[in-house]
């Protein structure tokens, strides 16, 4: 089963960050395999006994190559480059900044929070404040998610809707407008999807967070997605790229010993390239001949897996043509689904002969629902939604059945957000057929692994 | 690189109706790049056409040249539309008359619609940004073209309808003239604002008749 195949890596790890917690974790790894400690300004504690190289003042000007083989640009100039496998951020902690108006002298007010983007310890913090704030004011909160997983959250979230706070938990960012009055007065407009439509609030003061000068940013050059939210989702600090770590955490509220299993947990992740050598499985490959260098794969990989190649072995126009680095592909197939020149072909062909599937999924979705499906429409599982390309689609509706394509939820999808992708295809499939007078049969469906064969069951029938 | 949409699918269901044997021909060269008329987006319209078209009594078959607007490219064509009744092109109008000159007498038809000249901004998104006037002033316009991205090519702009930093047409639609101030001032150029641009030579254009270019160390064609 399977494609494998060896590889030479460098096992060397930077650690990029000069709080004590990125010391801790060069000082974990440098036992395992060879490890750089940077950052752009030397610690303001004494160092002592650190057994690897440390670079104190330069900054992180460029990356180039894929996990395994990293070249960092340090600058400002002269360049320096330094070669590395894999890459560890740890940004300085720090909270936002939320200035609470004073407790004893603001009364009679109509307060708007608006608490998004937030980490757990600045959560509890804005609890506990608005929580008092409602005894003499009228409190209203705009959340995306109602966090209670701290101590004593529970309580402080019930407390607070004793005291009258109303909370929003929307999606829709919120629009703040001031309006010219004295005193002022300002507007917020947000999307209630309890309501299911815009509300119109008006409070005396809008109170939300500003970020915190002091937390360190992650890198441009490294090309994350700037949402650190959405970096720090996959414990222990995995982000979409392989090879480069976030140290989670942003607000710093661990305890040293959650510290502790998170450095541990860093640590071995890492420690599968340190013997220099790792056997990885091939997903997917570039036919050269056939690749017009059209970077669509380039463009959209969700792990920034691809690069150009420029060798005479490419027997293309171009004597050049994208590339799947296999160490840095994750298997997701949206390079497959994607590319207009169906130059890319998966190398594992078991999970694509399946003829007469009419339910396409995603094999993260769908769970074990795969194997216990009772049929009678047979199942065909892809990597990902993304992968369910336009083609495969077609190949099913020519069973003549209702084509079912089934995706992860939102913030479930493992390879960033293709099960948008994947809807809207089915939506723009859906449009053709109808133009060409033929029924609208592809329907998109949303699973979680936790879910059952009823689940899906009745989904289905719910799309008939 | 030149931009092209797919044709309403019932307009081109309607051209390849009474064709039994239909070959659709993609080309590997700007439509790939977006994803309109490449090898996969062939696929896709022969397996739609396929659904439409009662099978099995009508065969829809693919092919993808490297490029359909070179003879090179498409000389394998000929051979290649033995078995066929039509051929439904969907490369740019450049390939589909190339195509259509090769196989003079054989029917080709259009399945794309070309549209303009243009990139992609961010993956998905194509935008015009030149209509071949033959005559470039984008070294007057700090590198952004009005007579393609103003949307009445205005040389001497900008006009009233530029609110906000926006075209009149659209609030979707940047007003070049605005993009060409923003450049000029961040160049320290602004003067060249104050420069009145003269009624330019159309003829180079669309207005001087079809156009054509002979290099003559390339071209075989005897002189004396």
Not at chain 1, 393 to 406: N, P, Q, R
Not at chain 2, 33 to 60: W, Y
Not at chain 2, 145 to 171: F, T, Y
Request: aromatic share 6%.
């Amino acid at each position: 089963m399977g494609i494998y195949n060896d590889y030479q890596v460098n096992p060397a790890v930077l650690v990029w960050g000069n709080h004590t917690r990125a010391r801790r974790l060069a000082q974990a790894i440098s036992q395992q395999q060879p490890v750089i400690w940077a950052a752009p300004e030397k610690p303001d504690y004494p160092i002592t006994e650190f057994p690897g190289r440390t670079i104190w003042g330069r900054d992180l000007a460029y990356l180039r190559g894929q996990v395994g083989r990293f070249t960092i640009g340090l600058g400002p100039t002269p360049m320096e480059e330094l070669e590395v496998g894999q890459i560890i951020l740890v940004p300085f902690p720090a909270r936002p900044i939320l200035d609470y108006p004073d407790e004893t002298s603001t009364t009679g007010k109509n307060l708007v929070f608006i608490l998004s983007e937030l980490g757990r310890g600045t959560y509890a913090e804005a609890l506990s404040q608005l929580s008092a704030l409602a005894v003499t004011n009228r409190v209203t909160v705009i959340t995306d998610d109602v966090q209670v997983n701290f101590f004593e959250g529970e309580a402080l979230y019930t407390e607070a809707r004793l005291r009258g706070v109303v909370f929003i938990r929307t999606d829709h960012p919120p629009v703040v407008t001031l309006k010219n009055s004295t005193p002022p007065v300002y507007e917020v407009q947000v999307f209630d999807p309890a309501l299911g439509q815009e509300v119109l609030l008006t409070g005396d003061a809008v109170i939300s967070p500003i970020p915190s000068s002091e937390a360190g940013g992650l890198p441009d050059c490294l090309n994350l997605s700037t949402t650190t939210d959405e970096l720090l989702t996959h414990y222990p600090g995995l982000t979409h790229r392989e090879g480069i770590l976030v140290f989670p955490d942003r607000e710093g509220v661990m305890t040293q010993k959650e510290e502790q299993l998170v450095i541990r947990a860093m640590a071995s992740q890492v420690a599968r390239l340190a013997t220099g050598r790792i056997r990885t499985e091939l997903y997917y490959q570039v036919e050269a001949e056939r690749c017009a260098l059209c970077l669509t794969c380039y463009r959209l990989c969700p792990h920034q897996a691809i690069e150009m190649v420029k060798d005479d072995t490419c027997k293309n126009l171009y004597r050049e043509a994208c590339h799947i680095d296999p160490l840095a592909c994750r298997g997701c197939g949206l390079c497959y689904a994607e590319c207009p020149a169906r130059a890319i072909t998966p190398l594992d062909q078991t999970e694509r002969t399946s003829p007469g599937s009419v339910i396409l999924a995603c094999k993260n979705a769908v769970g074990a629902v795969a194997a216990q499906w009772p049929g009678p429409e047979k199942i065909r599982l892809f990597p990902c939604a993304g992968a369910i390309g336009l083609n495969d689609m077609l190949e099913a509706v020519k069973t003549g059945s209702d084509v079912y394509v089934i995706a992860c939820f939102q913030a479930q999808c493992q390879h960033q957000h293709q099960n948008q992708r994947a809807a809207a295809r089915c939506r723009l499939l859906n449009r053709w057929l109808a133009r060409m007078g033929l029924p609208e049969k592809i329907k998109f469906i949303k699973l979680s692994a936790a879910d059952r064969v009823e689940t899906l069951a009745a989904r289905m029938r719910d799309k008939k | 690189m030149i931009i092209g949409e797919l044709k309403p699918l019932n307009e081109i269901a309607a051209k390849v109706q009474g064709y039994k044997r239909i070959l659709v021909a993609g080309c590997g060269g700007c439509v790939t790049v977006c994803q309109t008329g490449g090898a996969a987006q062939a696929e896709t319209l022969a397996r739609l056409l396929a659904l439409t078209l009662d099978e099995p009594k009508t065969t829809v078959e693919w092919i993808s040249p490297t490029r359909q607007c070179e003879w090179e490219f498409i000389e394998p064509l000929r051979e290649q539309v033995q078995n066929f009744d039509v051929v439904l092109s969907i490369a740019c109008g450049v390939g589909v008359q190339a195509v259509a000159e090769l196989l003079a007498g054989f029917p080709v038809l259009p399945g794309l619609n070309t549209t303009f000249m243009g990139m992609p901004v961010q993956p998905g998104q194509f935008e015009e940004r030149c209509q071949a006037c033959g005559d470039c002033i984008l070294d007057l316009t700090a590198g952004i073209c009005p007579v393609a991205r103003c949307s009445k090519s205005l040389l001497n702009g900008p006009c009233g309808g530029s609110q906000n930093g926006k075209c009149e047409i659209s609030p979707d639609t940047p007003c070049a003239w605005q993009l060409i101030y923003e450049r000029l001032e961040l160049m320290g150029k602004l003067e060249n604002l104050e420069k009145l641009v003269l009624p330019r030579d159309w003829s180079r254009s669309r207005d001087g008749g079809p156009r054509r270019m002979v290099r003559e160390d390339l071209s075989l064609d005897d002189e004396e």
